[in-house]
């Protein structure tokens, strides 16, 4: 990461839409000067902007900024308390109905709201200084979106803790402390089947594997998938197709490459199902998310409609 | 527990084992943070770091549950893109019920609009249709009958609540219907059997001027609604006015002045169209005459437009403008974005602002947005009537969706474009009274992020950014859009 006076990009830009900037973003309400906005933005070209960053680019993400937002969630952590009634008044609702969106239940919402609260509002200390949460906030994304995404990602942690400690309890009741360990699967009957199947997996984007992922790990629904990526859910859809049909050709090449028949190589995959399955279906169970988050992704997926298509 | 996708799934079933390699140990550091989390969610990031994140979430299932948590409840009215004819149609629009409704809620929406601009004794109202098979039903021009005998061309578009529902693209509906038309790469079919279509059978059939084509809409049917509206630059037509009229501010205008000046339709196409098409419409746009150089100099960033800005250089226009919109306001709107992301309005030269809600009298957001409409007011008690009426309704009438966040507006002179986040589009050519919503789209691209700036330098050449260094560009005053 590039400092700040490293970055020359960054500087010049700042200094450009300095003005332009502090009067969109209304930081004289809420106390800010001009020079801590600059140091807010510096500090955010040094977060995000690499060196050598085009400066029209640099522009543009600077323009792209909710400075608004942005400078509204500075001045709540720096203290300004005109500038916490106003988050307030805006985020109060919204944090509650996301927090209701994300545990699905009420106590548990409010629950997961409230530790929120402590963190933005800062009960940790340091040098003296309240640690607010809000003071990581950089105004990539509208501040509502980041404050779902940190209640979701509060959500996620500690329903790992959760999770864990549970599964430690379970196991200790069921005496699954001295089960033999799980043997590994033994790598298929042919170790070139892992190799086949991985090499075509890594020529995946980023995006196709992430679909997959998305659909096959962690049982997403289109429609679900759809949203996270800001596609229609027929989209998604198809690319599914596409891609199982794609994997399946490139494994089947690979097989072939690697010294089987045809024949056998599409023995390998067929076998290959029917074989694993039992293993793997134990495997998923194992690591999979417990009843809460595939509930949770049900009625998702109920919720979010009909849609699914019946008529791909 | 295996699965919970519905039974197709099966159909694209992967062999166990590729699931299983699928999953990789989760990165144990370098998540991204909550804020590129949220950038990424809202779109609203250069795609090469999108790309990054995107490797990362493909890995890492903590931070796709993260996501997809955080994904705000959907939408009542999902959010509906156009797509190029014949593209995405497969899927939804099949739904007979939906297109049942839609159709019905078209038809109520236009009975009802027209009712309203009948009770309100709309002098003229055009509803021009680009329809190369409907000239045979264009209507004559109407004669006028209003008190001040000022012609008023009055385009309508559907409500905006209903048309939410009931509008697909046009190139939906009707893609199947008239396979002839060839013409529609516009993504602009309208089968008007009763609807003026204004030029004598040009691609762009609805680029009559307004005073030509006026046309009660006691009954139109029911393809009405999805009709592209016209739009009323002033620009091109100003060159009908035989002389400029001496600038009168409290009289009313001459006929041929209200008319002239805001009175052209042309019709309108949301989508961007293939070249081809785009220059047999530039043809019937490119007459900018003086008035539109006039324009031009007007034409500032919305803080710099002011009442004030005498660099007229045709009277007529300038005065029809401040005319016009002292058939309602005081003066000419300044406009803004509070911090909150409202879109404000003032009409005192900035000493009070008021919201301005673009969603009462047009489209929503996220749907299509079909047709522009427009209102031309011009400067006579009639239309104050209609304009008084209208503020009470908007006043009256409760917000029930969610208002877009606001990042952007430009204003030239009664044209005014506003930019949202995720990439909504508003356009008001009436110094905000009456909005529609723009998706723009472009041979299957969409604009993608949050309109961050938008720069109309005069009123048919337009540029906007996006929060994803996208631009896009309009060189007939938004008709078109072409992503650079």
Known sequence: MSTTSQNSA??????????????????????????????????????????????????????????????????????????????????????????????????????????????????????????????????????EGWLRTVLSQEYVNRYRRTKRLVSLE???????????????????????????????????????????????????????????????????????????????????????????????????????????QLDIRRKLAQESAPQAFSDKRVEVGARSGPKVESNP | MMRGHPPEADMRELPKFVVDRLKVPAP????????VLTAFAERSMPASERALV?????????????????????????????????????????????????????????????????QHRAPANVIVAR????????????PNETETAAPRAETVAPPAETRRE???????????????????????????????????????AGAGPAQGTKMAMAEPPRDLAFAPSPQAPSAQTTKQIPAPSPPRRDAPPAVSQTVEVQGEAKSVTVEAQAPTQLNTQTAELRAPTESAEDKVRRAKPPATVSGATPVAVSPTFARNQLDLQQGYQTSTPHWTISSAGILQRSLDGGKTWQDVNVMNVTAKPGLYAGSMQMANVSNDRESKKVAKKLANEKAAKPETAPTPIFRAVAAIGNEVWAGASGGLLYHSADAGTLWTSIILSTQGVTLSGDIIRIEFSDPLHGKITTSTSETWTTADGGQSWQKQ
């Open chain 1, 10 to 143: 960054v500087a010049s830009a700042v200094r450009e839409l300095l003005v332009e900037l502090y009067a969109k973003s209304g930081a004289e309400k809420v106390g800010l000067t001009r020079e801590s906005l600059a140091a807010i933005l510096c500090e955010f070209g040094a977060k995000y902007v690499t060196v050598g960053t085009p400066e029209d680019e640099v522009r543009t993400l600077f323009l792209a900024l909710r400075v608004e937002e942005l400078v509204l969630a500075r001045a709540c952590a720096s203290g300004n308390n005109y500038a916490w009634e106003l988050f307030l008044t805006r985020y109060r609702e919204k944090l509650h109905l996301a927090a209701l969106g994300i545990a699905r239940e009420d106590s548990a919402a409010r629950d997961l709201a409230d530790t929120l609260y402590a963190d933005l509002y800062g009960t940790s200390t340091r040098e003296g200084q309240r640690l607010s949460k809000l003071a990581s906030y950089t105004g990539r994304g509208s501040l």
């Open chain 1, 170 to 276: 379970e196991e200790s009741e069921e005496g699954a402390q001295f089960r033999a360990p799980v043997p590994e699967p033994v790598a298929s009957a042919d170790p070139r089947l892992e190799l086949a199947t991985d090499e075509a997996l890594a020529f995946l984007s980023g995006e196709d594997r992430m679909i997959l992922s998305a659909y096959y790990l962690d049982e997403r629904t289109l429609a679900e998938i759809a949203r996270v990526l800001g596609v229609h859910e027929s989209t998604i859809s198809r690319k599914l197709d596409k891609l199982t049909k794609m994997l399946r050709k490139q494994i089947l090449a690979g097989l072939v490459r690697r010294g089987m028949t045809r024949r056998q190589a599409e023995e390998a995959l067929e076998v290959d199902v029917r074989d694993l």
């Open chain 2, 166 to 204: 009931a509008a697909p693209p046009p190139s939906r509906l009707f893609a199947g219907k008239s396979p002839s038309n060839t013409a529609d790469a516009l993504g602009w079919r309208a089968k008007s059997t009763g609807v003026a279509a204004g030029a004598s059978g040009g691609i762009v």
């Open chain 2, 131 to 142: 329809s190369e098979e409907s000239n045979q039903v264009a209507a004559p021009p109407a």
């Open chain 2, 54 to 118: 995107l490797e990362h979430l493909a890995r890492c299932g903590d931070c796709r549950d993260v996501v997809a948590l955080a994904l705000p409840a959907p939408a009542v009215h999902a959010k509906e893109v156009v797509e190029p004819a014949g593209a995405g149609l497969r899927s939804w629009w099949r739904w007979p019920v939906l297109r049942g409704a839609a159709v019905a809620a078209a038809v109520i929406a236009v009975v009802a609009v027209g009712i309203y601009q009948y």
């Open chain 2, 28 to 35: 144990s550091a370098g998540h991204p943070d909550a804020d």
